[in-house]
């Protein structure tokens, strides 16, 4: 579901007046559109989902509105940022946003175009792992991002996300860290997974980059599954209450537009920033069962160095890491 700017532009301004009733001439004139236009696209506005209170004879109010509801005329009357988002497709079910920004809107998509869903059915995580994702609780995104970087710097697009998401986090008062390579983690637990997926051509250039990033929110220990329960956690969790979903969205979308365009001026501060919120360095860990060692270092190709027990270092790829202390 996309949005047109002239239902955009009503929403926008019935939450300006919020709580006020507005009457259908003072929407319906600087739209350009006639009172009874502005009637058809309230009763399309309301099936969507949208609680527009209609005032017999005085006009229409926007009072209580669902701060979890990532419908595009709410999200999309709210956004700040110039690129990240304002190309926005929303389902309220999907089998995966990561597939459809892949399969379904590749090319033909601007950068910053996002995919959003409430409920995936086929949630995806690294390492073909399923990614949990029941409706009504939590962020799934895809964005899509033109490149500018060889696919050898993949990561960099990577960094990029969980800078943003790491700040995100941070910013409700959290003590949240990255870990190694597209993790964040808060409290020892797993709150928001990225995966950075590529286009690319047969000459080997990327076409695009997708970013899918999947995000905690109002998630109960008891909501999740049995198996990941001890390893997971959730904003609400963390802070002891629900956080209204569509303001930590827009933020979020600020956040990545802000970290993208530090990548591409200058990397280094991306990489500060991601040194110093990191969870793996210095730390002991162990990768797939294997290799188990200090880890030393990220290289600017995103692989890990870790410094074996007989003082070897080894690059490590990719791989399921655990932090052993
Ligand atoms: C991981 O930690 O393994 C990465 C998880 C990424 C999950 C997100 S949710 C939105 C997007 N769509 C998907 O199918 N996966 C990503």
Not at 212 to 218: C, L
Not at 263 to 280: D, F, G, K, P, Q
């Amino acid at each position: 579901m996309q949005s047109d700017p002239k239902d955009v532009e009503i929403v926008r301004r019935l939450l300006a007046r919020r709580g006020e009733v507005v009457s259908g001439e003072e929407i319906a004139i600087p739209l350009g559109i006639s009172r009874v236009a502005l009637w058809k696209r309230i009763r399309t506005l309301k099936k969507s989902g949208i609680n527009i209170k209609v005032v017999p004879r005085r006009g229409y109010m926007l009072d209580n509105i669902e701060h979890d509801a990532l419908l595009p005329p709410l999200v999309l009357s709210e956004l700040k940022t110039s690129e990240f988002g304002r190309n926005y497709h929303y389902f309220d079910v999907i089998d995966s946003t990561n597939d459809y920004a892949l399969k379904l809107l590749g090319e033909k998509a601007l950068h910053g175009t996002v995919v959003v869903a409430d409920h995936q059915t086929k949630g995806r995580g690294r390492l073909s792992r399923v990614w949990y994702s029941p409706p009504g609780k939590n962020l799934y995104l895809s964005v899509i991002v033109r490149p500018f970087v060889p696919v050898s710097l993949a990561f960099r697009v990577t960094m990029f996300s969980s800078c943003a998401v790491c700040e995100l986090l941070r910013e409700l008062g959290m003590n949240a860290l990255i870990k190694w390579p597209n993790d964040v983690y808060v409290s020892g637990k797993k709150i928001s997974g990225i995966l950075t997926e590529a286009s690319v051509e047969a000459s080997g250039n990327v076409k695009f980059y997708v970013v899918g990033i999947g995000i905690n929110v109002n998630m109960a220990y008891s909501d999740f599954p049995i198996d990941i329960r001890d390893f997971a956690t959730s904003v609400m969790i963390e802070k002891g209450e629900p956080v209204p979903r569509r303001k930590l969205f827009l933020r979020l979308m600020e956040l990545l537009e802000k970290w993208y365009n530090i990548c591409l001026i200058n990397v280094e501060e991306a990489w500060m920033y991601w040194r110093r919120y990191n969870y793996t360095l210095g730390k002991r860990v162990v990768v797939d069962e294997k290799v188990t060692g200090e880890a030393i270092g990220v290289t600017p190709m995103g692989y890990l160095l870790v410094r074996l027990d007989d003082g070897k270092v080894e690059r490590v790829v990719a791989g399921d890491l655990q932090v052993v202390d």
